[in-house]
């Protein structure tokens, strides 16, 4: 698994307008793998999709933290978040000024363990991926009581650190489809308006 060299804490991040039509100053770059968690894709790491602004890159590193102690068993999967700079991110109409992150459901196999939703190119690293029924895929279910332990730790280590968590989107149009994505988008308000 490759590894992505840790932030440099040297210098906190600056962003500049919006989500959808913004920038990045001094992006920290999120880990590609830790004790409870990894990115969805080495390619994105490799080409730098997976940078956040300071504030956000220590609400999620520190929330995986809190949930080693609280939800052992467990693995998490971010998935996309924007570049270095920030700018447009293609396919995404946010994710220009480093307050977006795109995090994978959680899920167990059929023993109730919890595994890696199997990503690669050929299912978009995993957002091409619908859940039916009862969040279920090929044998997978989505854990919910993992997904919410880790919005909740997020919400926590948000408010620990000065951040306020904007929205979280599940799914961008539930009500006309009976699938479920399995990615979640959390955004968060500009550190400088909190």
Known sequence: MLFSVVANAAEESICFGSQDNGSLENGWQLPAI?????????????????????????????AYAKLETQALSKGYVYGESGYKEGGKFRPHKTHQNGLSVDFVVPIVDSEGISVKLPTSIL????????????????????DYDAMASHLWALKALAENNGVKIRRVIFDNEPHRSPHQN???NVSFVNPAYT
Do not use: W
């Open 34 to 62: 830790g004790k409870n968690y990894s990115a969805n894709s080495d390619i994105g790491v490799i080409i730098g999709r997976n940078y956040v602004h300071s504030m956000v890159y220590k609400v999620v590193i520190y």
């Open 123 to 142: 299912n978009k690293f995993g957002y091409d991926i619908e859940f039916v029924g009862a969040g279920e895929y090929k044998g997978l279910k989505i």
């Open 182 to 184: 399995p990615i979640y």
